[in-house]
């Protein structure tokens, strides 16, 4: 059973950081794509940044330049760095993991998610 547990969140001023981690068991995150999603209320959860197997990323425009994701794979370990963090970045942060084999084709795994609040 795979399980994702995302840590790091809370409370932080304008301007701050905060760094998300993602805890990965029962699959390798080596052989898998990750991504950071957010829901704030009200809103519908979107995409914020991917890495692939590869290390390839992506990011959501408005968080290029201030968040990066990163994984470790000795840990099993997927990171969000969120720099110069702004109030619209208040939301809950959810890890996610796409796999894709020849039985199921593509999946998803989601975390329980992590509140990020932006406030001054």
């Known amino acids: 059973q795979v399980q994702l547990v995302e840590s790091g969140g809370g409370l932080v001023q304008p301007g701050g950081s905060l760094r998300l981690s993602c805890a990965a068991s029962g699959s390798d995150i080596r052989f898998n794509s990750m991504g950071w999603y957010r829901q704030a209320p009200g809103k519908q959860r979107e995409l914020v940044a991917t890495?692939?197997?590869?290390?390839?990323?992506t990011y959501e425009d408005s968080v290029k330049g201030r968040f990066t994701i990163s994984r470790d794979n000795a840990k099993n370990t997927v990171y969000l760095q969120m720099n110069s963090l702004k109030p619209e970045d208040t939301a809950v942060y959810y890890c996610?993991?796409?796999?894709?084999?020849?039985?199921?084709?593509?999946?998803?795994?989601w975390g329980q998610g992590t509140q990020v609040t932006v406030s001054s």
């Open positions: 996610n993991l796409r796999g894709w084999n020849t039985l199921r084709g593509t999946y998803d795994y």
């Open positions: 890495i692939t197997s590869g290390t390839s990323t």
